[in-house]
């Protein structure tokens, strides 16, 4: 059974730093490219960033490229959000996904929510102002 369990969120201000992380059990996490999504209240969930199963490409969203960083060790099974000068706008439920590059490329990114076959239940970060 694939399961994908986030933490780290929390309440922080604006300016402040979080990192998430997301561990992932049940499947060969090294086949896997990861990413980071997002949903705000009364909004659609959203992409902010993934990484390749080797770790050696990444994609980031224009609205948070320079504040986040996304890393993975495969060692761990794990990847991780490191979020700096967060944003009230960066306020969201904080969703990580495995997207499965068994048969592609090492290079692989996605920001198509339908490319990605398992889902976490999300990590709630607050921004106040």
């Known amino acids: 059974q694939v399961q994908l369990v986030e933490s780290g969120g929390g309440l922080v201000q604006a300016g402040g730093s979080l990192r998430l992380s997301c561990a992932a059990s049940?499947?060969?996490?090294?086949?896997?490219?990861m990413g980071w999504f997002r949903q705000a209240p009364g909004k659609e969930r959203e992409f902010v960033v993934a990484i390749s199963r080797s770790g050696g490409n990444t994609d980031y969203a224009d609205s948070v490229k320079g504040r986040f960083t996304i890393s993975r060790v495969n060692a761990k099974n794990t990847v991780y959000l490191q979020m700096n000068s967060l944003k009230p706008e960066d306020t969201a439920v904080y969703y990580c996904a495995a997207a499965d590059e068994s048969y592609g490329n090492s290079w692989s990114v996605s920001r198509d929510q339908t490319s990605y076959d398992y889902w976490g239940q999300g990590t709630q970060v607050t921004v106040s102002s």
């Open positions: 049940g499947l060969t996490f090294s086949s896997y490219a």
